[in-house]
């Protein structure tokens, strides 16, 4: 049988002199459609394998990224209950315009994104404060033509006797493309797949959470956003990108935290905001 190519080259428009030739026309483009229709089919059905080898990989992927991921282990206020809560409050947050020019420029000599910046200073935040060195968090780049970003997780190593904060903005920018080289994979199959240690007392694989809304618009679903796509963290920053600076809020477990342990978190972040820009290559040991 001709491919479709084929017979499609060798039309000819012309005018047929009686009935049999008709009839031949007639087949001759019935066999055209038919073979369309099948390189068509052809076409769908090759795009399957592909599909289910991008998601192996993804999950190779993520399976070995987030081998043996440790809790984030944040000192509390309360006991933590034994199966978690969904009442979930919330700070106004606000990085000022200075501090975030100061960030900007840190992840443009890193040739990153502000949002990797953020991440790897909420990061090292985070494993101060809860005195590790392997830090998780769920991270999302929020955008209103995606009203249902799939969130990713970033692991960060914080070891190293010369770490700096340009040294980890690279470590961190690395981690976060390979990230979204493998961001196919819905969160929830993540879950599934990994198969973490059964603890209801906290979300399976990051206990803290960085939104970054990109955007100019009038659109701020704040706690809702964060609460749909992970369910309650411990601790969710989310943060809006305006002239004027960051600015958003910290949400936090009521059934862990008080506001004034919030607060106290919150001035102690711009603290090392401040200090990061200001002192970028000083040692983080």
């Known amino acids: 049988m001709l491919q479709y ?15 049999q030739e008709c009839v031949e026309a007639s087949s001759f ?9 099948l390189q068509t089919q052809k076409d769908e059905l090759s795009q399957v394998p592909n599909h289910f080898t991008s998601r192996e990989n993804d999950l190779a992927y993520w399976c070995a990224q987030l081998a043996d991921l440790p809790c984030l282990s944040l000192p509390c206020d309360y006991p933590r209950p034994t199966i978690m809560s969904a009442c979930v409050a919330a700070q106004p947050v ?7 020019h100061g960030l900007r420029g840190l992840a443009e000599r890193g040739e990153t994104t502000l949002f990797v910046a953020l991440l790897s200073v909420f990061q090292l935040f985070l494993g101060r404060h809860a005195n590790q060195d392997d830090v998780a968090v769920a991270g999302l780049i929020a955008n209103p033509n995606h009203p249902s970003p799939n969130p990713l ?19 961190c920018h690395h981690t976060t ?9 819905p969160f929830e199959h993540l879950a599934r797949a990994l198969k973490p240690k059964q603890d209801l ?5 990051a206990q803290a959470m960085l939104v970054l809304e990109e955007t100019t618009l ?29 600015h958003g809020s910290l949400e ?9 342990t919030i607060s106290s978190i919150w001035s102690r972040f711009l603290a090392l905001v401040s200090h990061i820009v200001d002192h970028p290559e000083s040692s983080l040991a």
């Open 5 to 19: 190519e084929q017979l499609t080259n060798v039309m000819d428009c012309h005018y047929y002199e009686n009935d």
């Open 29 to 37: 483009f019935t066999e055209c459609a038919e073979l369309r229709a």
């Open 94 to 100: 606000f990085l000022s315009a200075e501090l975030t």
């Open 153 to 171: 997780v970033f692991r960060a190593d914080l070891r190293g006797p010369d770490l700096n904060f340009i040294k980890l903005l690279d470590k």
């Open 177 to 185: 493309e390979q990230a979204f080289r493998h961001q196919g994979l």
């Open 201 to 205: 007392s906290r979300h399976p694989l």
């Open 218 to 246: 009038d659109w701020n679903p704040g706690l809702s956003m964060t609460h749909n796509v992970m369910g309650a963290c411990d601790l969710s920053l989310t943060l809006i990108d305006s002239p004027e600076g960051l």
């Open 252 to 260: 936090f477990r009521v059934d862990l935290f008080n506001k004034q």
